[in-house]
């Protein structure tokens, strides 16, 4: 029996994957509201549901982690997502801030060969454009060693590889202050009271970021 999802459903699956990545799979449902602007009480009402197709595990006061089958689906998802994100970068032009929001509706389409033909057409891309990785056909997902910009270390040279908030918001603020993925970081002060970073970047300009944004920035060594 093909199993029929709504996007809600669908949204549900790929943000439980998503904030599961930073949780070791269990996320709270408190956390799972926050992140879909949900209340509380709608949000376990769905988890619920979706637990009665078997597609998540879900425990009260505990929080909710994926089945396989859920887990197989909401891979499917992200990958159309960012595989969507990019080709909007790529082919038609569009800057970084402004795709999440076109390709969260795009995601959606339940072509398979649809999305298997872009992605080759695309050269079967390893990153989207905000620097996350893109599971292949298969679900495989190669995962770039990296630590969150707050917690590197001082002197030490990054380049950023990736954020982890795709809002509209975030991204102009990196427009904004000239930051971009695959610049080179050196944090050379973090502010012991409010943990506000200052960086050098690319060797030559010096930046003050809140602890906030650093946290929604992620860098590897170099």
């Given at each position: 029996m093909i199993l029929v999802l709504s996007s809600v459903e669908e949204n549900y699956l790929k943000y439980?994957?998503?904030?599961?990545?930073?949780?070791?799979?269990?996320?709270?449902?408190?956390?799972?509201?926050?992140?879909?602007?949900?209340?509380?009480?709608?949000?376990?009402?769905?988890?619920?549901?979706?637990?009665d197709k078997k597609l998540v595990l879900?425990?009260?006061?505990?929080?909710v982690s994926l089945t396989k089958v859920g887990l197989s689906i909401a891979i499917k998802i992200v990958r159309k997502h960012r595989l969507w994100e990019t080709f909007l970068v790529k082919n038609l032009k569009f800057t970084w801030d402004k795709i999440h929001d076109i390709a969260e509706q795009?995601?959606?389409?339940?072509?398979?060969?649809?999305?298997?033909?872009?992605?080759?057409?695309l050269g079967y891309p390893k990153?989207?454009?905000?620097?996350?990785?893109?599971?292949?056909?298969?679900?495989n997902i190669s995962v770039p060693n990296v630590i969150c910009l707050a917690n590197a270390k001082l002197k030490k040279?990054?380049?950023?590889?990736s954020v982890n908030d795709d809002s509209a918001a975030f991204l102009k603020y990196l427009?904004?202050?000239?930051?971009?993925?695959?610049?080179?970081?050196?944090?050379?002060?973090?502010?012991?009271?409010?943990?506000?970073i200052q960086l050098i970047i690319n060797d030559r300009k010096q930046l003050i970021i809140s602890k906030?944004?650093?946290?929604n920035m992620f860098v590897k060594s170099v």
């Open positions: 439980i994957f998503q904030l599961g990545e930073l949780q070791n799979g269990l996320v709270k449902t408190n956390d799972l509201a926050y992140k879909l602007d949900h209340s509380a009480a709608s949000v376990t009402d769905m988890l619920k549901k979706l637990a879900y425990k009260k006061y505990y929080g795009l995601e959606h389409v339940q072509s398979d060969e649809l999305i298997d033909k872009m992605d080759e057409y990153f989207d454009p905000h620097g996350e990785p893109i599971p292949d056909k298969l679900g040279q990054y380049m950023l590889q427009n904004k202050i000239q930051l971009q993925l695959k610049d080179k970081i050196r944090i050379i002060d973090k502010e012991e009271f409010d943990e506000t906030d944004a650093a946290q």
